[in-house]
């Protein structure tokens, strides 16, 4: 089938479904296959739910129903009718990736943008290469901005994602150790996030730039860029600092802007929410409500008071460089009892023991610090201590909190999401 038949199903459906268990009535069934799915299986399913049309590529099946159409690759005819769908519209669209911080800032991004214009966005974390096309397909005529995370653990993914979603806009967090065993290194880390980049270079697009980051300035060299930051070679001139509660602030024009934000590590996405929010002419105003009005959520920089303790919980990834900034946020607070839970990290590669030891080593001489360790890569850096705990599985530290009940502290959560530390909120 030609790109435009597909397209002419699509037009005649109300959207997109890739999984039975949440497909809506008339919506377009794509056949997606992964290492422990078959969507093919799923054809009559589909059909019995109301679906308007099947795309199916099982080779040795031949669908005799007039709703199932077989293709070569359902993913690849997504992935090619998302890229159709996007030129049909001429709106601005800001593709957005980066080792650390990606959703927070796309979530306050499309906070303060909203505030003025009707905009589509990434939904959840739903950031990679079926993600992005489900999201392109949800862009449609009342649409003024859309926003795409693009997520990636190796080199060409990015590229990928740009030629399907054609930002307009660019913007990359930051460059840091995070998918290190994808993209065999740092260096291989920013190349692959510089696709982004290279492909705003020959689109002759704009880069959102963070003046205060090196990295960032040399790769967006010869780009057309929109910056932020304290330099005051920056268009967007803000500068920062931390309420008497540790929640982040933002000063633009001698304005202060309120956050429901903790951790400093946050300031450069506040800043850029407020950079967009100024290059879209938005009023200060309109960028104030966007921001102090953003509560964090889905285990993502949250602050959570329960009867017992106050939480941060930052459980929803880990890699080293966010788990570095992030402690040394914690550390910060003052004249308080502070318990520091911390989850194995995931996808680094050969220098994951080192860099787990890296962590434990810049924590572990604080005497007033309590501090629990969960997962088999910490465990490996295993020694008798008072203050530092090691748990092989999140149970088992269920289990001890249960037994050795927690009050009146302050507490950090942080891990990769397979640790599930969030199971520990309702005990402490």
């Known amino acids: 089938m030609k790109i435009d038949d597909i397209y002419s199903l699509f037009s005649r459906s109300s959207g997109i ?6 497909i809506k009535s008339k919506n377009l069934f794509f056949c997606l296959k992964g290492k422990n799915f078959n969507g093919n299986l799923f054809i009559d399913q589909a059909i019995s739910l109301g679906a308007s049309f099947v795309i199916y590529d099982e080779e040795k099946l031949n669908h005799k129903s007039k709703r199932a159409f077989k293709v070569k690759n359902a993913l690849e005819t997504l992935q090619a009718l998302a890229k159709h769908h996007r030129s049909k519209f001429n709106i601005p669209v800001i593709g957005l990736t980066g080792s650390n911080g990606k959703t927070t800032s796309k979530e306050l991004i499309n906070s303060v943008l909203s505030q003025k214009f009707n905009v589509t966005y990434t939904a959840n974390n739903f950031n990679n290469h079926i993600g992005v096309p489900l999201t392109i397909l949800k862009i449609n005529t009342k649409t003024d901005i859309a926003i795409i995370e693009m997520g990636a653990n190796q080199l060409g993914e990015i590229d990928l994602l740009c030629n399907i979603a054609d930002p307009t806009i660019g913007y990359i967090t930051n460059f840091g150790k995070a998918h290190l065993e994808g993209f065999g290194g740092l260096k291989g880390v920013i190349k ?84 967009v929010g ?40 880990a890699n080293p ?20 839970i911390l989850g194995d990290m995931h996808e680094i590669g050969k220098t994951s023991l080192n860099e787990h030891e890296r962590i434990l080593n810049s924590v572990k001489n604080n005497k007033d610090l309590k501090i629990f360790l969960v997962g088999k890569i910490f465990n490996q850096l295993k020694f008798n201590s008072d203050r530092i705990h090691f748990f092989k599985e999140i149970d088992e530290l269920i289990e001890y909190f249960k037994k050795n009940l927690v009050t009146g502290h302050t507490i950090f959560l942080k891990g990769s999401r397979k640790i599930n530390l969030e199971k520990l909120i309702p005990i402490l």
């Not at 479904?17 to 949440?22: I, N």
């Not at 951790?263 to 996405?269: A, H, P």
Request: overall charge positive; aromatic content about 10%.
């Open 17 to 22: 479904s890739t999984d039975t268990r949440t």
């Open 192 to 275: 692959g996030k510089s696709e982004l980049y290279e492909y705003i270079r020959k689109s002759k697009g704009v880069i959102l730039v963070n003046n205060d980051d090196r990295i960032q300035r040399e790769k967006s060299k010869g780009i057309n860029t929109f910056s932020f930051g304290k330099s005051k070679k920056s268009n967007c001139l803000i500068y920062n600092t931390t309420s008497n509660k540790g929640l982040c602030e933002a000063r633009l024009n001698d304005k202060k802007i309120l956050t429901n934000l903790h951790g400093e590590y946050n300031f450069e996405n506040i800043n850029a929410s407020i950079a």
């Open 278 to 317: 100024i290059h879209f002419g938005l009023s200060f105003e309109q960028i104030e409500n966007g921001i102090k009005y953003y509560v964090p959520k889905n285990n993502r920089s949250e602050m959570l008071k329960t009867k017992s303790n106050l939480l941060f919980i930052d459980s929803y990834n």
């Open 321 to 340: 460089t966010s788990m570095k900034v992030s402690i040394q946020s914690f550390m910060k607070f003052k004249e308080v009892e502070k318990i520091l």
